[in-house]
């Protein structure tokens, strides 16, 4: 799928930004990806509210291959054959890919925020036992 059949196909979703990404294409709107154009098809973003929809149409989860084992990505969902023909029900099923994609990130923030303190805990405690070190080389203490 080129570039332009893409826009084509989401229009009646709305403007959509599409940017290169492995062998393919990564659809977003708002500045948050949802869908995915590649060699193997078009995917959307799905979660727990979202794949039994999918499923309910026979669709598939992303995956690809390693050497080593087959990925499977749960996160994004193919996009149903019927779909192509209808590009009213596609805006319907791309604006839950996108919602789907605003809760994931809306899920992702407190880990993040976690982290960032985790980190900081751990920079003020090196920070303290260099100090401690400091001072006790300071008075002759070991």
Same mark, same amino acid.
Request: glycine share 6%.
């Given at each position: 799928?080129?570039?332009?059949?893409?826009?084509?196909?989401? @229009?009646?979703?709305?403007?959509?930004?599409?940017?290169?990404?492995?062998? /393919?294409?990564?659809?977003? *709107?708002? /500045?948050?990806?949802?869908?995915?154009?590649?060699? *193997?098809?078009?995917?959307?973003? =799905?979660?727990?509210?979202?794949?039994? $929809?999918?499923? &309910?149409?026979?669709?598939?989860?992303? %995956?690809?291959? #390693?050497?080593?084992? #087959?990925?499977?990505?749960?996160?994004?969902?193919?996009?149903?054959? +019927?779909?192509?023909? $209808?590009? %009213?029900?596609?805006?319907?099923? @791309?604006?839950?890919?996108?919602? *789907? *994609?605003?809760?994931?990130?809306?899920?992702? +923030?407190?880990?993040?925020? @976690? &982290?960032?303190? !985790?980190?900081?805990? !751990?920079? =003020? =405690? !090196? !920070? #303290?036992?260099? +100090?401690?070190?400091?001072?006790? +080389? =300071?008075?002759?203490?070991?």
């Amino acid at each position: 799928m080129d570039r332009e059949f893409l826009i084509d196909l989401f @229009a009646d979703f709305g403007p959509v930004t599409i940017r290169k990404m492995f062998s /393919g294409y990564g659809i977003s *709107a708002d /500045g948050i990806n949802f869908a995915l154009s590649l060699r *193997a098809g078009l995917f959307l973003r =799905a979660d727990e509210q979202t794949i039994p $929809d999918f499923e &309910a149409e026979g669709s598939k989860p992303f %995956q690809y291959s #390693t050497r080593a084992k #087959t990925v499977l990505v749960n996160s994004y969902w193919e996009l149903p054959a +019927r779909l192509f023909d $209808d590009s %009213q029900e596609l805006a319907q099923w @791309a604006r839950a890919a996108l919602a *789907a *994609a605003q809760r994931a990130k809306v899920k992702k +923030r407190p880990k993040k925020k @976690a &982290a960032a303190k !985790k980190s900081l805990a !751990k920079k =003020a =405690a !090196k !920070k #303290t036992v260099r +100090r401690v070190g400091k001072a006790k +080389r =300071a008075h002759g203490s070991k």
